[in-house]
Nanobody, 125 residues
Framework: QVQLVESGGGLVQAGDSLRLSCALS????????MGWFRQAPGKERELVAA????????DYQDSVKGRFTIARDNAKGTVYLRMNSLKPEDTAVYYC??????????????????WGQGTQVTVSS
């Protein structure tokens, strides 16, 4: 079955950078659109960034535009989220997700078919 495994989270200071990785196994990675979501305590899960199957189409939440970059390596079956200039409000559990038939970016959580277990990102002020 399809599995998603995230890595790269941690505790950093405001202004630092992190790169999250998410490896997909059990299926052909290029068949999926991918997304990164996050959920802070007491808040709903929200889209951070999304990318289509080829990497030619991306979309971002307004609050991370210019700071975060989503990218994928179809040969490695991995999607990345590069996070620069981190802020305390970026603190959350970050999840990657995969949606079958990813010709376009997918923005709605309910349209994703598979989810990773999440990785904690904590940004101290």
């Amino acid at each position: 079955q399809v599995q998603l495994v995230e890595s790269g989270g941690g505790l950093v200071q405001a202004g630092d950078s992190l790169r999250l990785s998410c490896a997909l196994s059990g299926s052909s990675f290029s068949a999926y659109a991918m997304g990164w979501f996050r959920q802070a305590p007491g808040k709903e899960r929200e889209l951070v960034a999304a990318i289509n199957w080829s990497g030619g189409d991306t979309d971002y939440q307004d609050s991370v535009k210019g700071r975060f970059t989503i990218a994928r390596d179809n040969a490695k079956g991995t999607v990345y989220l590069r996070m620069n200039s981190l802020k305390p409000e970026d603190t959350a559990v970050y999840y990657c997700a995969a949606a079958v038939g990813g010709l376009r970016v997918i923005l709605t959580p309910s349209q994703y078919d598979y989810w990773g277990q999440g990785t904690q990102v904590t940004v101290s002020s």
